[in-house]
C-alpha cells in the first residue's frame, strides 16, 4: 500500500510560481509513474501531467504545457509539480497520484493523496 502526502500549495497572485511537491511512503517508488490531476469545484478531475517510473519521460495536459515541469527523485521517494505563469484557471485542488502502468486517465491510478489547494488571485 502507496500512500501519497502532496505539500506546497497555497494562495498566490497570477503570474506567480508555485512548486508542489508529493512524498510516498510504502511502496517501492520507483515502480510507479506519477501523475498530477486537479479537480476545480463543480469540474471532474483532470490530468495535468505524468512523468515515467525511471527514464523521465514527461507528458503533460495542452493547458499547462510550457509553464508546468513535473520532476521526480526516486532517492527521495518525491514527484514535484513546478507551476509557471500560474493564472486563475489554474486555481483547484491538486492531487499526486501513482499507477503501475501508463496513462492520463483517473482510472488507472492505483493511489492517490489527499490533494493540496491552489489559488491564483488575478
Known amino acids: 500500500q502507496v500512500q501519497l502526502v502532496e505539500s506546497g500549495g497555497g494562495l498566490v497572485q497570477a503570474g506567480d510560481s508555485l512548486t508542489l511537491s508529493c512524498t510516498a511512503s510504502?511502496?517501492?517508488?520507483?515502480?510507479?509513474?506519477m501523475g498530477w490531476f486537479r479537480q476545480a469545484p463543480g469540474l471532474e478531475r483532470e490530468f495535468v501531467a505524468s512523468?515515467?517510473?525511471?527514464?523521465?519521460?514527461?507528458y503533460s495536459a495542452n493547458s499547462v504545457k510550457g509553464r508546468f515541469v513535473i520532476s521526480r527523485d526516486n532517492a527521495k521517494n518525491t514527484v514535484f509539480l513546478q507551476m509557471n505563469s500560474l493564472k486563475a484557471e489554474d486555481t483547484a485542488v491538486y492531487y499526486c497520484?501513482?499507477?503501475?502502468?501508463?496513462?492520463?486517465?483517473?482510472?488507472?491510478?492505483?493511489?492517490w493523496g489527499q490533494g493540496t489547494q491552489v489559488t491564483v488571485s488575478s
Open positions: 510504502g511502496g517501492t517508488f520507483s515502480r510507479y509513474r
Open positions: 512523468i515515467s517510473r525511471t527514464f523521465g519521460d514527461a
Open positions: 497520484a501513482a499507477a503501475l502502468g501508463p496513462g492520463t486517465s483517473t482510472t488507472l491510478y492505483d493511489y
